[in-house]
T-cell receptor, first 113, second 109 residues
Framework: DSGVTQTPKHLITATGQRVTLRCSPR?????VYWYQQSLDQGLQFLIQ???????AKGNILERFSAQQFPDLHSELNLSSLELGDSALYFC????????????FGPGTRLTVT | GIQVEQSPPDLILQEGANSTLRCNFS?????LQWFHQNPWGQLINLFY???GTKQNGRLSATTVATERYSLLYISSSQTTDSGVYFC???????????FGTGTRLQVTL
C-alpha cells in the first residue's frame, strides 16, 4: 500500500458525459501528479500540483482540468468524454517539487461507452 | 523530449530463473525509478536510484547515469513477479516522470 488513495476504482460512463476522479496524497506529501495509461499511448504525465498551485502541465486535453484543495486532495475532471478517453488514470504524490520519489495510487479505470 | 527505451519488450521465464531488464535513456536525467505493474494494474515502487546499485531481496538495480542506462536484476523468479516492469526518469527541473516502454514478464511453473 503506497498510502495514496484514489476513488472510484472503476467508472463506466457514456460519451459526452463528465466525471470527477479523486485522489488523496500520502500524509505529508505536498505534490500531486496525474498520469493516464492507455493501450496506444502508454503512461503519460497529465498535470502536477504543488501545495494548491499548478506546477507543470503535460499532454492534458482542454476538456480535462484538475485542482488541488487546501487539504491537499486533488480532483481530475474529465468532460465531453470520448471513447478514446477510456484509460487507467493514476494519481501520484511526492514530498516536494524536485526529483523526489513518486508514489502511485491504485488508479481509476475509466470506460467510456 | 527524452526517449526511454526498455528491453526486452517481452520475457518468459521458468520459475527459479534469473533475468536482467535494461532501460536506456537518450538524455541526462536527475533521477530514475523502477516500477512493477502487477496484473491488477497497480504500480508498485521498486527502486529510486539516481546512480549506483541498490538491492531489495531478490531484486537489485544499477544505474550508470553517465552512460545513460539502468539495469534491473531479478533472481530466483517467482510467479508473483509476473507483470510489466517500467523504468521512469526525471528530466531537467520538471518533476514529471517520463516512462519507458515497459518489459512484460511472465513467470511460468
Amino acid at each position: 500500500d503506497s498510502g495514496v488513495t484514489q476513488t472510484p476504482k472503476h467508472l463506466i460512463t457514456a460519451t459526452g458525459q463528465r466525471v470527477t476522479l479523486r485522489c488523496s496524497p500520502r500524509s505529508g506529501d505536498l505534490s500531486v501528479y496525474w498520469y493516464q495509461q492507455s493501450l496506444d499511448q502508454g503512461l503519460q504525465f497529465l498535470i502536477q500540483y504543488y501545495n494548491g498551485e499548478e506546477r507543470a502541465k503535460g499532454n492534458i486535453l482542454e476538456r480535462f482540468s484538475a485542482q488541488q484543495f487546501p487539504d491537499l486532495h486533488s480532483e481530475l475532471n474529465l468532460s465531453s468524454l470520448e471513447l478514446g478517453d477510456s484509460a487507467l488514470y493514476f494519481c501520484a504524490s511526492s514530498l516536494s517539487v524536485a526529483s523526489y520519489e513518486q508514489y502511485f495510487g491504485p488508479g481509476t479505470r475509466l470506460t467510456v461507452t | 523530449g527524452i526517449q526511454v527505451e526498455q528491453s526486452p519488450p517481452d520475457l518468459i521465464l521458468q520459475e527459479g530463473a534469473n533475468s536482467t531488464l535494461r532501460c536506456n535513456f537518450s538524455d541526462s536525467v536527475n533521477n530514475l525509478q523502477w516500477f512493477h505493474q502487477n496484473p491488477w494494474g497497480q504500480l508498485i515502487n521498486l527502486f529510486y536510484i539516481p546512480s549506483g546499485t541498490k538491492q531489495n531481496g531478490r531484486l537489485s538495480a544499477t544505474t550508470v547515469a553517465t552512460e545513460r542506462y539502468s539495469l534491473l536484476y531479478i533472481s530466483s523468479s517467482q510467479t508473483t513477479d509476473s507483470g510489466v516492469y517500467f523504468c521512469a526518469v526525471y528530466t531537467g527541473t520538471a518533476s514529471k516522470l517520463t516512462f519507458g516502454t515497459g518489459t512484460r514478464l511472465q513467470v511460468t511453473l
